[in-house]
């Protein structure tokens, strides 16, 4: 069974750090691209888009108003990317899901990860 399992949520102080790491398992892949979305409960009716990376280049995108504190990284070998986040802020507090795009035009989801930040 083809799944993105996801791993580092947790609970987190302002101004501290994160890495969410988000593998793939079950299937061949014939991966495009990987990255991350998050939906904050109450605010947003959608995912919304936090980093993608393209798989064979290696190029990283994030949404604009996110600012740079965002990284993604991926791992060839093991089809997995992680995203580092620094300076977490209160307004980080989310679940942030995993995806994969593969050529088939397969979007596979994570089952999700809850951030939480907070003093």
């Known amino acids: 069974q083809v799944q993105l399992v996801e791993s580092g949520g947790g609970l987190v102080q302002p101004g501290g750090s994160l890495r969410l790491s988000c593998a793939a398992s079950g299937g061949t892949f014939n991966v495009m691209d990987m990255g991350w979305f998050r939906q904050i409960p109450g605010v947003d009716q959608d995912r919304r888009i936090v980093a993608r990376i393209s798989w064979r280049a290696g190029s990283a995108h994030y949404r604009d108003a996110l600012g740079g504190r965002f990284t993604i990284t991926r791992d060839h070998n093991k089809i997995a990317v992680s995203l580092q986040i620094n300076t977490l802020e209160p307004e980080d507090t989310a679940i942030y899901y995993c995806?994969?795009?593969?050529?088939?035009?397969?979007?596979?989801w994570g089952q999700g990860t809850q951030v939480t930040v907070s003093s």
């Open positions: 995806y994969l795009d593969d050529y088939e035009r397969r979007r596979i």
